[in-house]
């Protein structure tokens, strides 16, 4: 049994909002019967068409659902349209008292929902991906299952700093059902995260040799480790010989015939995040 | 809240009667059945009456019955015992609609140099035999069908696949922990080489399991160490709960009628009830042959888990498939693979009833059933559409 707050059960149990507004100014719909859920938010400005005066919802799916689409249009009444768009998934979820994890993607559904509403008010492009609906696609199909271009995928990874393809699974869907397109999502989760690394600069210009070593293992520990962790490896740190770093393969990655890729994927990450100078070396230890 | 308990394919009560069976043997006859003093010889004759029940209630010797600690174990270790036996046979042959504890290790069989090929089922959950007799081979070391399904209830022509599986020269094991107690089987008429039971799906507790064994079918251990169960399942044995399915094995045999007059007139009941009830619903399986307590119903434009939401509140407790499935975001990998059509895969719900249902629980949910959908459906967008039309 999932572990739900007792402000998620509350929302399930009696959902504020539901239903249609006849005369809404923006309704956004998301998700489709075969994707297992689905919402249509219904939104109501005020005369000068500035702020929401009124907001109602339909939602097709599990307990979470609906209390994530209750607790949105809670959220948004009296924001303006602007202020509606800053509201993250997160705070949807924080909202609740939390979501499971993987129940993340309801809160996630929510958020595009809003966000599909609004485009389509202003009249622009439908900023994310809208399953089920072939609108206007920002970026490449990468979850054919459950129609998520890699545009939305990398929003979501970078708003919520997700790091394995498992976390992006239970936030989008991404990669549920057959599973195709996991090597594709932990590309973009390496993308996302290589673009906030570039936007935080924290490399000092002249490393001494022990606080290089600080920082090889840091890397090792909080930027490589998970990633091997999430597909069941692992790896040791073997020794450090000023820029050369003997790591041994553990679990999953011993004598996995694509090891070498990932050494180089190592040697990759620690010339990016610590010295240009490092080289990488596999040895049995 | 009294809870309404119709989720026996997922667990049962312990029978009050087994439990009483077991209660001495933990902190009064705690001894071990392998020692040589009286105090552990008695335990061993208890195991050895519980081995002669469990034989009886499946027309087994006792012999050919090795106590395992679940289910699970007892079907994995039927497949590796296979794959032991003929190390040149490399194909192995089950059903996409096989309970995990199968399905997942033959998938993993495929990774290391196995062909598995996984038959399919039509819309009513049932195998096509001329698949089964197009795949299997000289080279097929194992069929592994189950007996009937966890999620569906659907019965398989067991004997009839066992007579294909022997023309072959493969052995032949059945998944039955859901057909044991529930239907009667008779191994001394049978084309089944090794079958696995679970003591917690009828009326025993969890951690008990056997694997039923032919005489003359060879078998190598899982589990190896001492020299319990005729070295064929080392480990000192869990007594208590070998003890205790002894006596639910017996209970069983007597309640096997009413499994099928009772249970079953309850069960039908509950389905024609709400199938009249609810517009837009349909039976999974609803036209194959069926275990007698099983009802899987599904609801279109409403999601399952809210429905089991619902239901929990008022104390009603059912399953949306099979609970190893629960967590998962797909449609249970059953209801997928007899093709449930996608307006109602998310919306299925599985109601398992016992012999300790009554009349008034089954009134209960055919009173409060239809109000969740209802109001499941008016928040759904494509609920609301089909309420309009009506």
Redesign the interface.
């Known amino acids: 049994m999932w572990d739900y707050t007792d402000k998620v059960k509350d929302h399930?149990?009696n959902?504020r909002n539901?239903g249609d507004i006849a005369d809404a100014d923006a309704v956004g719909?998301v998700g489709s019967?075969?994707c297992?859920?689905?919402?249509?938010l219904f939104i109501k400005l005020d005369e000068n068409k500035e702020r929401i005066v009124d907001a109602k919802f339909?939602?097709?799916?599990?307990?979470s659902?609906?209390a994530s689409s209750s607790a949105l249009t809670e959220m948004i009444k009296g924001k303006t349209l602007d202020e509606a768009l800053q509201i993250t998934n997160q705070e949807i979820a924080d909202f609740l008292g939390g979501l499971p994890e993987?129940k993340m993607?309801c809160s996630v559904m929510g958020q595009e929902a809003l966000e599909v509403a609004i485009a389509k008010y202003r009249g622009g492009p439908v900023p994310t991906h809208d399953h089920g609906h072939e609108h206007e696609q920002e970026g490449e199909i990468v979850c054919k299952c459950f129609g998520l271009t890699d545009g939305f995928l990398k929003k979501v990874i970078g708003q919520n700093r997700l790091h394995t393809a498992e976390q992006v699974?239970h936030f989008t869907?991404a990669g549920?059902?057959c599973g195709g397109c996991i090597p594709k999502i932990k590309e973009l989760i390496a993308e996302v995260l290589g673009e906030q690394q570039k936007l935080e600069p924290k490399r000092p210009e002249r490393l001494t040799n022990l606080r290089k070593m600080q920082l090889i293992q840091e890397v090792l520990e909080n930027e490589v480790r998970p990633q091997l962790w999430a597909d069941g490896g692992d790896l040791e740190l073997i020794d450090i010989a000023g820029s050369n770093v003997q790591i041994a393969f553990r679990k999953a990655c011993a004598g996995c015939a694509s090891s070498s890729y990932t050494a180089r994927f190592v040697e990759q990450k620690l010339r990016e995040l610590v010295a240009e100078d490092i080289s990488v070396e596999e040895v049995q230890g | 809240m009294k809870e309404i308990y119709l989720d026996n394919n997922a667990t049962t009560r312990v029978d009050d009667a087994v439990f009483e069976e077991m209660r001495p043997y933990f902190c009064e006859l705690y001894g071990n059945p392998s020692s040589m003093h009286y105090f552990g010889g008695q335990v061993q004759q208890k195991v050895d009456e519980a081995r002669q029940r469990v034989a009886t209630l499946i027309g087994a010797h006792p012999e050919e019955i090795i106590f395992t600690a679940c289910g699970t174990e007892s079907d994995n270790a039927a497949i590796r015992s296979a794959l032991e036996v003929f190390p040149n046979k490399r194909h192995v042959i089950t059903t996409r609609v096989e309970h995990p504890a199968v399905l997942t290790m033959c998938r993993g069989l495929s990774k290391h140099g196995y062909r598995v090929t996984e038959l399919n089922v039509d819309g009513e959950g049932r195998l096509d035999l001329d698949e089964l007799r197009n795949a299997i081979d000289e080279n097929t070391a194992i069929v592994s069908i189950m007996y009937a399904n966890n999620e569906t209830g659907v019965i398989f022509p067991i004997e009839e696949v066992g007579r294909i599986v022997k023309e072959k020269g493969a052995l032949f094991h059945t998944d039955a922990v859901q057909a044991v107690g529930k239907i009667p089987l008779n191994m001394a008429e049978s084309t089944i080489d090794m079958l696995s039971i679970s003591g917690h799906k009828l009326h025993a507790p969890k951690g008990i399991g056997v694997l039923y064994v032919r005489k003359g079918i060879p078998f190598r251990p899982f589990m190896v160490g001492g020299h319990q169960e005729k070295s064929r399942r080392a480990g000192t044995e869990n007594t208590a709960a070998i003890i205790a399915l002894g006596k639910a094995c017996e209970l069983a045999g007597k309640h096997l009628d009413e499994e099928n007059t009772r249970v079953k007139a309850m069960r039908d009941r509950l389905e024609r009830e709400l199938l009249r009830l609810i517009p837009a619903a349909r039976i999974n399986g609803g036209k194959a042959e069926r275990l007698p307590n099983t009802l899987s119903i599904a609801f279109e434009?409403?999601?399952?888990?809210?429905i089991l939401?619902?239901l929990s509140?008022l104390g009603i407790c059912a399953s949306s498939g099979s609970a190893c499935t629960s967590?998962?975001?797909?449609?249970s990998h059953v209801l997928r693979a007899m093709g449930v059509p996608?307006?109602c895969a998310?919306g299925s719900i599985r109601f398992t009833l016992s012999r300790y249902t009554t009349e008034e629980e089954v009134d209960t949910v055919i009173r409060e059933l239809p109000r969740i959908i209802r109001r499941g459906r008016?928040?759904?967008?494509?609920?609301?559409e089909l309420l309009q039309q009506q």
């Open positions: 399930f149990m959902p539901v719909e019967l075969a297992g859920d689905a919402l249509k339909q939602t097709f799916g599990c307990g659902a609906i993987e993607h699974t869907k549920g059902a | 434009f409403v999601e399952g888990e809210l939401l619902y509140e967590g998962s975001l797909e449609p996608f307006t998310h008016e928040m759904s967008p494509f609920g609301r």
